[in-house]
């Protein structure tokens, strides 16, 4: 019996750890800054903010390869966000499905 109870705890914790994520935002970064893409820890895109001086018509490609190495950073941002949230709530085990 005590044993559901403090799986009933954990369970609430990571609801709520999950929930804040939502709240939370980390920053990727490209080209020293040119181009950052804000996130939440939910991995949701929240912005985009592009330095006019990177838009280039003659070379669109750099433009896409720091876009993407912005989104890419912030994506793993998230990922140690949540992986370092949710942890502390299971004290380091690995639960499938959940990170």
Not at 61 to 80: G, W, Y
Not at 85 to 93: A, F, I, N, P, Q
């Amino acid at each position: 019996m005590q044993n559901m109870r403090l799986l009933q705890q954990m369970q609430e914790k990571l609801l709520k750890a999950q929930e804040e994520l939502g709240n939370e935002t980390v920053e990727g970064t490209a080209g020293g800054g040119a181009v950052k893409i804000a996130m939440t820890g939910h991995q949701k895109v929240q912005s985009v903010t592009i330095d006019p001086e990177v838009v280039d018509p003659e070379d669109v490609e750099m433009l896409q390869d720091l876009v993407t190495a912005a989104v890419n950073e912030a994506v793993s941002k998230s990922h140690e966000l949540a992986t370092k949230r949710l942890g502390s709530v299971t004290g380091g085990m690995k639960i499938p499905g959940l990170m």
